[in-house]
């Protein structure tokens, strides 16, 4: 099978993961889009320092044997399994889904809560349909699988082993707190709907005492546990307060034809995802 890139500036990124690619591919022959799209996922994995393994948990890394297992399933989905490095009592699943252009790329870490991080491939972006076949937007593909799934990966295995890691979530706890502590409420939401970990922390009651007092510091507080609820209800009741001023120095603009609810909702951080 004839495989080319279609910007000779990519072939600068890995030549070994390319080379894999095209001996892999040569191996199954009459390589599909899809499988091909597979099988280049499969190598930049590789390439991150993770292993393939068999059905048995064995070492392998035989891209051509998890192509040609895939069309002999009944469903047609890829699914490949690795382990980082040295911990090797936390693999990781790969599972493609196709649906119809689109690959449905999940991985998941079944010994840890069966973390999940997915990302939604479309096939002609990255594979032409033409021949030669040829390999598109090697760049952006490679930092998608790494920025949205490698990396948060070894992130987690990392702070399930309680080792740290380089990026944002694989800080220390009270690390975390102090950094959330100086964002908006609006950052703290939307930080803490990025993952299981950050979600758990950012819950916290006691978190929620600290954003209430720094937030709201001419009120007087007492001892309670609904501290998240206190500082929505009082969020709120500022946004209702805010609109009423606005209404006098902002007649005339969208503002003043919008209900209460439609306000909250337009500057709302987005309470009801982050429970």
Request: charged residues 25%.
């Amino acid at each position: 099978m004839n495989v080319l890139e279609e910007n000779e500036d990519y072939s600068k990124i890995s030549p070994i993961l390319l080379e894999q690619l095209m001996y892999e591919t040569n191996l199954i022959g009459g390589c599909e889009k899809q499988e091909l799209l597979f099988a280049l996922i499969l190598v930049i994995i590789i390439e991150s320092n993770f292993t393939l393994l068999n059905r048995d948990l064995d070492i392998v890394n035989n891209i051509a044997e998890r192509i040609l297992s895939a069309r002999e399933s009944k469903d047609g989905n890829f699914i490949a399994t690795f382990v980082w490095d040295k911990f090797v009592a936390t693999p990781l699943r790969v599972v493609a889904i196709l649906t119809g252009d689109v690959m449905i790329l999940n991985a998941v870490l079944f010994d840890l809560n069966n973390e999940t991080y997915s990302l939604c491939l479309p096939i002609p972006h990255y594979v032409s349909s033409s021949e030669p076949i040829k390999l598109r937007e090697l760049r952006n593909l490679i930092l998608r699988i790494k920025d949205g799934i490698l990396t948060p990966i070894k992130c987690s295995i990392l702070n399930h082993y309680g080792l740290s890691s380089a990026c944002l979530k694989g800080l220390p706890e009270e690390l975390l707190l102090n950094i959330s502590l100086n964002l908006p409420v609006r950052d703290v939401v939307n930080l803490g709907k990025t993952c299981r970990r950050l979600h758990s922390i950012l819950n916290d009651e006691n978190f929620w005492c600290r954003l209430c007092k720094r937030d709201f510091k001419g009120d007087k507080f007492d001892n309670r546990s609904d501290w998240k609820e206190l500082y929505k209800d009082k969020f709120i009741l500022n946004l209702e307060e805010s609109k009423k001023r606005q209404r006098i120095h902002m007649f005339g603009t969208m503002h003043e034809f919008m209900d209460f609810s439609d306000y909250v909702s337009y500057v709302d951080p987005g309470w009801e995802t982050f429970t």
